[in-house]
């Protein structure tokens, strides 16, 4: 992709503007936090110190607005102490820039290796040391400087309370969290019902499974219908995939196959069912239909073999779904003795040494992270430094702008640079207006900036220009509670934030992170995963009694992590202009699909896995440690940009038959897996290939018959 279509893809995704689901009662409690906090501060205090205020309960806000299953009152708690003590340690040192500009790099490069710990902490990091840089300016002595830090952390806590003393929807992200996951295997149930082959995206089941780690605490305090549904969802999924793939399932034509299509949609039915129950909180009744559909005796005379067993254990299993997700009358309390199943939480301190590991993990030259925060680092120091040389005034915009625009991949960066400079102009204009006709005094800008706070709560999930319009409104107000006029404000700020945008979009040309040259890493490493994954697989057919089904549950969850990784990597390459380099567009969506279908066919094998008393398989050990072996050399073949080969594994499998491997399941399963690693192949050849030839076109006409290609 060219720099000129890059920065006009980029530029589009930054303006665009979507249509989430609002939550304005959410948005009213910390726009009320940031009301009690600014009205008591300035009644109490004065203006300077009601700004400082404001800030910290602002920006404490938006730490619990952020994608987190951490308490809230955590995140509060957190930005507003973390803000505190920058702001702090910035007065101590702003008197001497030399100084001042050394701190600013040091608290820089630490928000953006915060990345490492999650977009949460980077986005909490990078927000602290932008507001930091407005908030030094404010106190003129020491003793000053320690009360606007106390009345920064008195926000945060003031914030955290609210969070505590006015709950809106308690458990409402986890209630999402499920419902979302059981809706998207009633969605693959009903897409099998018209394409047997058809994949399934495991994101909202590692989303629930992210939202389902709880305390000992709250695993007492959790309502009841958030217990075990998660689980039944995560082992329906294979029943429906092997239920409908005709390869272990039933043929594509006939009475076998219009009972199954019945079956899938009864399975959807009961599955969004119990999504609407688990969402509202309260009983949805199960249509009789869907229940008669799934209990008829006739499924026993219509189906036969593994088709028979799915069908039987899908029922089984919907049973305990309706039941787990229905709640009880027992209201918000679950069941106190089932705490020994959750997924526990750890705490913030128990977090601690984990992130600090993954951060000195990513101090290296190649890490995106590492670069990022390089990068933020150097513009902060430059914005800075040219904003106090400019004759403007409020030179921290610059820095501002560009902190709160950057991030570790290029589309974000570029996108909200364009999008922040465009909300400014509107966010400037419009809070210009009103200041020219109402002239309202330290109270009218104080109540406007807290509307303003309030729309920028409600929005901020709509997009980033929208947001940045409101916060645009929000500094101009909150700056004229403080005695500044709005002529002092808007020209500087407009260019000194055209400055930053334009720093932050250069930063990342001349010391970028590209991703698209890391995409056969991320190939790699998923067919990796998946090979053990199907290994494990296989292993447990030779060995049933020895071989846990917990070693193939975590090898399912790595391939899971692989996948997102692949397809998040895959997303930011998108728009960059940058060349394939060895992974074209057309060879990449080919190899995601091969991979793909390799993983269901592991799962189709997972459905049928034998119990401790089936008699054992010895040629699955065999079929196991060669898929074993041959995804490893195939995954370093990918990452050394060669074709993987797999003549070792299809010798394995071409021998097999009914009689030597009696077992439907993994006899026709071995040989779709082999299949699925040919197609992953051939789609890496095509991709090496210049484009005519790989569209079946040969480049040049070759000279005689014997001089042409063989395919």
Known sequence: MSWFRALKATARAGLAVERPKLEPFVALRGAAGLALVVGVSLALFGPLVAVS????????????????????????????????????????????????????????????MAWSAGPTTGIIASSNVAIMLVTVTLPTSVAQAAGHAAVILAGGVVQAALVVLAPIRRWGAQRDALADALAAVADYARRLRHDPLALFDPAPLMTARSAAAVSRRQARRRPAELHGARGLAERIRPVLASLADPAVGVPPDGPQRARVDELLAAAATVLDTAARAVRQGRPAPVPAGALAALRTPDTGAVLTGPARRAAVRLAALLDDVVEAATPTDRGEVGDAGVTDDVRQRPTLVQLAPGALRRARGELRPASPVFRHAVRVSAVTAVGYAIGVLLPLGHGYWAPMAAVMAMRPDFTQTYGRSVARFCGTLVGVAVATGVVQGAHPGPWGSAALAVVCAFGMYLLMRTGYVAAQACVAAYVVFLLGTGGQEWTQTVPERVVLTLLGGVLAMVSYAVYPAWETPRLRTRLADWLAADGRYAACVAAHYAHPRDRPPAEVREALLGTRDARVAWQD????????????????????TDAEHALGQFGRVAMLMEAHLPDRHTTPLPVAADLAEELRRATEQGARAVRERRTPRWDALRACVAGWDRESVPDPVVRNGARLLVAALEELSEALADGDRPPAEAAGKDPAPPLSPSAAPRR
Not at 63 to 82: D, E, H, K, N, V
Not at 569 to 588: C, F, I, N, Y
């Open 53 to 112: 205020s404001a800030f910290g309960a602002f920006q404490a806000a938006i730490a619990t607005f952020q994608r987190s299953w951490r308490p809230r009152p955590t995140l509060a708690l957190a930005s507003g102490a973390t803000l505190a003590v920058s702001t702090f340690l910035g007065y101590l040192t702003g008197a001497h820039l030399l100084l001042f500009l050394a701190l600013l790099v040091v608290w820089t490069f630490a928000a953006g």
């Open 569 to 588: 990597a895959l997303e930011r390459a998108a728009h960059e202009p940058v060349r394939h380099r060895g992974l074209s567009r057309a060879a990449a």
